[in-house]
């Protein structure tokens, strides 16, 4: 099992910045992909990054935020710039491992409130 702890959000304006970590442990051999996602649109993606490094963004983020990863403290970041009201919700941490059968499994976090205000 991997377990997920997740730290950041918070209250912001408007053109501010925040950041949001994610740590897993536990099991965390074979862990591939790491992500946030939020909750409105059905857990849309917000962007990942993969075991190697390569990123993905959801066009909406795309200049403002920038995802990264520490693979030795099984971490991952997401730094949050330039903040928009259309931002606010709910930011779920999801790390995916390879099971012993070579199969997928998702764990997510709790998730993390970000608001940011006009």
């Known amino acids: 099992q991997v377990q997920i702890m997740e730290s950041g959000g918070g209250l912001v304006q408007a053109g501010g910045s925040l950041s949001l970590s994610c740590e897993a442990s536990?099991?965390?051999?074979?862990?591939?992909?790491m992500g946030w996602y939020r909750k409105t649109v059905d857990r849309a993606l917000v962007a990942s990054i993969s075991?190697?490094?390569?990123?993905n963004y959801a066009n909406s983020v795309k200049g403002r935020f920038t995802i990264s990863r520490d693979n030795a403290k099984n971490t991952v970041y997401l730094q949050m710039n330039d903040l928009k009201p259309e931002d606010t919700d709910t930011y779920y941490c999801?790390?995916?491992?390879?099971?012993?059968?070579?199969?997928?499994?998702?764990?997510w976090g709790q998730g993390t409130q970000v608001t940011v205000s006009s």
């Open positions: 999801n790390v995916e491992r390879f099971d012993r059968w070579n199969q997928i499994r998702n764990y």
């Open positions: 536990g099991s965390t051999s074979r862990i591939n992909a």
């Open positions: 075991s190697n490094g390569r990123t």
